[in-house]
């Protein structure tokens, strides 16, 4: 057993390279573990700024001068930040509040009168009993959430101390990120070995895809949300700041988040107008709000997405629910970042999958057909 370690251990690690890339990511990760939300405000400091240097190089290969270029994308970043601070955050509140206050009642005893219909249509399949237990329960259920989300407060979100820090240090750090970027880097990259061919390959191929993907990623949710807020507005739709925030935001969860966020706006559609068929306001509500997700999947993604991020659907779904368990949201954010530099080190890593492993695989599948 000892041979086979000490083989396995050779195979895998007798480049000195592939040992300092395994131990920079081992100290990157527990520095994220141990220290995050000590850090917390470096880390989103440090995303916004690479979300914004992207900008701000496309405008200094325009011929734009470096500094104006770092100053309009630096104000402008920042007003749409106070816009959603200070008008979006705000409305959206006040209309999930009034949406559980006025609406979720009307939709627990829609969700009763449709759960007591099933046993006259379906008396073979579920009793009365059977349908009064879970109208109990969803009830239930929905006043749970309802509360938990009326009872939330002031008091339950970082101090107001800490709020101030962030909204200071935040814009603070974000400028001397842009600022200083290459004395950073250059600091940075003193501290690492002089023969680091193996961590360059790595960050070479996954960091086109990441800047592509984060940067596209921030503005799919600001095009797609305001996209929605302007449809749902010009309809009529009620609470239609907080549906388009959620319709925005679903683009952060591929395949899953635009199939659940179209639950709400279904829900608070058809209790506004009703079901009334082909040619109503529910129809032609459900199909602006499709052919919005359409133009989003089958137009705006390709032109956002010029590096396309190779990996299979499986490890897409996958690394969200691994990440965004251990980090929540941001986790969930960067899950296709994190899970493309995770296949960047295999792909790189001096032993990888060899031809007769690869051969042996398709001899599997072959005896299996």
């Not at 879970?134 to 938990?148: C, F, K, Y």
């Not at 070479?204 to 921030?218: F, H, L, P, W």
Request: glycine share 6%; with cysteine.
């Amino acid at each position: 057993m000892l041979k086979i370690l000490n083989g396995w251990f050779n195979q895998y690690f007798s480049d000195e390279e592939a040992v300092l890339l395994l131990f920079f990511l081992a100290v990157s990760f527990a520095v994220v573990l141990l220290f995050g939300q000590m850090l917390a405000p470096v880390f989103i400091s440090i995303v916004l700024a690479y979300l914004m240097q992207g900008i701000v190089n496309a405008l200094v290969k325009r011929n734009t001068p470096r500094t104006l270029s770092l100053i309009m994308v630096y104000s402008g970043t920042f007003g749409l930040f106070v816009i959603l601070l200070f008008w979006l955050l705000p409305l959206s509140w006040q209309q999930l509040t009034s949406l559980l206050n006025d609406q979720l009642p009307n939709m627990i005893s829609e969700a009763k009168t449709l759960l007591m219909k099933l046993p006259e249509q379906y008396p073979d399949l579920v009793s009365v009993k059977q349908t009064e237990q879970w109208a109990d329960m969803a009830s239930r259920e929905l006043g749970a959430v309802g509360q938990t989300v009326l009872s939330f407060s002031i008091s339950k979100i970082p101090s107001v101390m800490a709020l101030v820090i962030y909204l200071v240090l935040v814009p603070l750090l974000v400028f001397f990120f842009l600022k200083d970027q290459r004395k950073i880097v250059l600091w940075f990259l003193s501290y690492l070995p002089r023969k680091r061919g193996l961590l360059e390959q790595v960050w070479e191929e996954m960091n086109d895809q990441i800047s592509n993907y984060v940067r596209g990623k921030a503005l799919e949710i600001i095009i797609v949300g305001s996209v929605s807020f302007a449809a749902f507005a010009l309809l009529e739709l009620n609470y239609s700041a907080l549906l388009a925030m959620l319709v925005g935001l679903s683009v952060v969860v591929p395949y899953v988040g635009a199939a659940v966020v179209t639950i709400p706006v279904a829900l608070v559609a058809y209790l506004q107008h009703g079901w009334g068929g082909v040619g109503s306001e529910f129809f032609t509500l459900m199909i602006v709000y499709g052919v919005i997700q359409a133009l989003d999947g089958n137009v705006l993604v390709p032109l956002l997405f010029s590096e396309a991020v190779n990996l299979h659907p499986v490890a897409i779904i996958v690394a969200i629910l691994i990440f965004g368990g251990i980090w929540g949201f941001w986790g969930v954010f960067f899950a296709i970042p994190l899970a493309t530099l995770c296949k960047a080190v295999i792909s790189a890593w001096p032993i990888g999958l060899q031809r007769e492993d690869s051969s042996v695989v398709d001899d599997i599948f072959e005896d299996n057909v």
